[in-house]
C-alpha cells in the first residue's frame, strides 16, 4: 500500500489468481492510500462535547454530554439514539434527545460538520427539580492538522424553575466520532472483462468501510482506465470515478473525483 504524494499516485497490482504482472489494464485486487491532505472523516459514534451556559452575568456554567450519531452515506446525521446523560454544572440529568445535521465540504474547501441537538427531561438541578429544554448547534470544521473539529456553538438552556441562559463559545474542540484521522483507502477488486467490473471498500482511518461496486472502461490505444465506485445497500449515495495511465512500467493514479459521505473528494 502506498500514500499519494503531490498530485501523483503510484501503485502495483496484487493479481489474486496469479504472479504475473500486467500492465495492460487495471486488474486484480489493489489498494489506494491517500493521507488527510484529501481527507474523508467518519461522524458515526459518540459525539462528546464540553461547552457551557452562560448564566446570570454571563457566569459560565458546564454543560457536557455525550450523544451517539449515525453518519449516513449521503452526509446527513442523525441521532443513533434517544437518550443521553448531561452533566449541568455539578448535576448529572438524563434526557431524551434528537439530533439533525449535515457533513459536506472537502476538494479545495475544509470538511464542514453542521449538527442542531435538542434535549428534553426532567432532573435536579441545583437542589431544584427542574423541567429542562436545551437547543443547541455546532458549526465545525475539521483541522487537518491536530484531527479534530473545531468551531463554534450558538443555543439557549431553559430550566422552569431555575431560569436558563444562552450557549455561547467560539472555542469547541470536539475528536471525530468514528476516530482516525482523516485519512482513507480504497480496496479494488477488478475484473477485466470487455468493460471493466468488480468490488471495492472504502476503509475509513477509523475503521468504517464501505462496499460498492465497480464498473468501467480502458481504453486500450492510450492506456487509459476510468472506475467508477458505486456505493451499495447502505452506503448508496456515494460515489467516485478513479482515472488511471497504464505503461509498459507502472499504473500510476491520475485523478479522483466524487462524493462520499457527502464530503468532495478532489485528487
Same mark, same amino acid.
Not at 238 to 262: H, K
Given at each position: 500500500?502506498?500514500?499519494?504524494?503531490?498530485?501523483?499516485?503510484?501503485?502495483?497490482?496484487?493479481?489474486? =489468481?496469479?504472479? #504475473?504482472?500486467? !500492465?495492460? +489494464?487495471? %486488474? /486484480?485486487?489493489?489498494?489506494?492510500?491517500?493521507?488527510? $491532505?484529501?481527507? &474523508?472523516?467518519?461522524?458515526?459514534?459518540?459525539?462528546?462535547?464540553?461547552?457551557?451556559?452562560?448564566?446570570?452575568?454571563?457566569?459560565?456554567?458546564?454543560?457536557?454530554?455525550?450523544?451517539?450519531?449515525?453518519?449516513?452515506?449521503?452526509?446527513?446525521?442523525?441521532?443513533?439514539?434517544?437518550?443521553?446523560?448531561?452533566?449541568?454544572?455539578?448535576?448529572?440529568?438524563?434526557?431524551?434527545?434528537?439530533?439533525?445535521?449535515?457533513?459536506?465540504?472537502?476538494?479545495?474547501?475544509?470538511?464542514?460538520?453542521?449538527?442542531?441537538?435538542?434535549?428534553?427531561?426532567?432532573?435536579?438541578?441545583?437542589?431544584?427539580?427542574?423541567?429542562?429544554?436545551?437547543? =443547541?448547534?455546532? #458549526?465545525?470544521? !475539521?483541522? +487537518?492538522? %491536530? /484531527?479534530?473539529?473545531?468551531?463554534?456553538?450558538?443555543? $439557549?438552556?431553559? &430550566?422552569?424553575?431555575?431560569?436558563?441562559?444562552?450557549?455561547?463559545?467560539?472555542?469547541?474542540?470536539?475528536?471525530?466520532?468514528?476516530?482516525?484521522?482523516?485519512?482513507?483507502?480504497?480496496?479494488?477488486?477488478?475484473?477485466?472483462?470487455?468493460?471493466?467490473?468488480?468490488?471495492?471498500?472504502?476503509?475509513?482511518?477509523?475503521?468504517?468501510?464501505?462496499?460498492?461496486?465497480?464498473?468501467?472502461?480502458?481504453?486500450?490505444?492510450?492506456?487509459?482506465?476510468?472506475?467508477?465506485?458505486?456505493?451499495?445497500?447502505?452506503?448508496?449515495?456515494?460515489?467516485?470515478?478513479?482515472?488511471?495511465?497504464?505503461?509498459?512500467?507502472?499504473?500510476?493514479?491520475?485523478?479522483?473525483?466524487?462524493?462520499?459521505?457527502? +464530503?468532495?473528494?478532489?485528487?
Amino acid at each position: 500500500m502506498t500514500s499519494p504524494t503531490g498530485n501523483r499516485l503510484w501503485f502495483i497490482l496484487f493479481f489474486a =489468481v496469479s504472479c #504475473n504482472f500486467c !500492465f495492460a +489494464q487495471p %486488474s /486484480g485486487q489493489f489498494s489506494l492510500d491517500f493521507d488527510n $491532505s484529501t481527507p &474523508l472523516i467518519d461522524m458515526s459514534g459518540d459525539f462528546s462535547v464540553n461547552d457551557q451556559i452562560l448564566g446570570a452575568g454571563d457566569q459560565p456554567v458546564p454543560l457536557n454530554f455525550t450523544v451517539g450519531l449515525n453518519h449516513r452515506s449521503n452526509g446527513a446525521l442523525r441521532a443513533s439514539s434517544t437518550t443521553a446523560i448531561l452533566q449541568i454544572g455539578n448535576d448529572f440529568v438524563p434526557a431524551f434527545y434528537r439530533a439533525n445535521g449535515r457533513v459536506s465540504g472537502g476538494g479545495n474547501n475544509q470538511v464542514r460538520v453542521f449538527l442542531a441537538l435538542n434535549f428534553r427531561g426532567v432532573g435536579t438541578v441545583a437542589g431544584v427539580q427542574t423541567v429542562f429544554n436545551i437547543s =443547541v448547534a455546532y #458549526n465545525l470544521l !475539521f483541522n +487537518q492538522e %491536530s /484531527g479534530a473539529l473545531e468551531g463554534a456553538s450558538r443555543g $439557549s438552556a431553559k &430550566l422552569s424553575r431555575i431560569g436558563g441562559g444562552r450557549i455561547h463559545s467560539d472555542e469547541i474542540s470536539v475528536g471525530l466520532p468514528g476516530g482516525g484521522d482523516g485519512s482513507w483507502s480504497i480496496i479494488m477488486n477488478v475484473v477485466p472483462f470487455k468493460h471493466l467490473s468488480g468490488t471495492a471498500q472504502v476503509v475509513l482511518s477509523g475503521g468504517r468501510q464501505l462496499n460498492g461496486n465497480l464498473g468501467g472502461h480502458f481504453f486500450e490505444g492510450s492506456g487509459f482506465s476510468l472506475l467508477r465506485f458505486t456505493g451499495t445497500a447502505v452506503d448508496r449515495g456515494s460515489v467516485a470515478t478513479f482515472s488511471f495511465i497504464t505503461t509498459d512500467e507502472d499504473t500510476e493514479l491520475e485523478t479522483v473525483r466524487g462524493r462520499i459521505l457527502g +464530503q468532495r473528494v478532489l485528487f
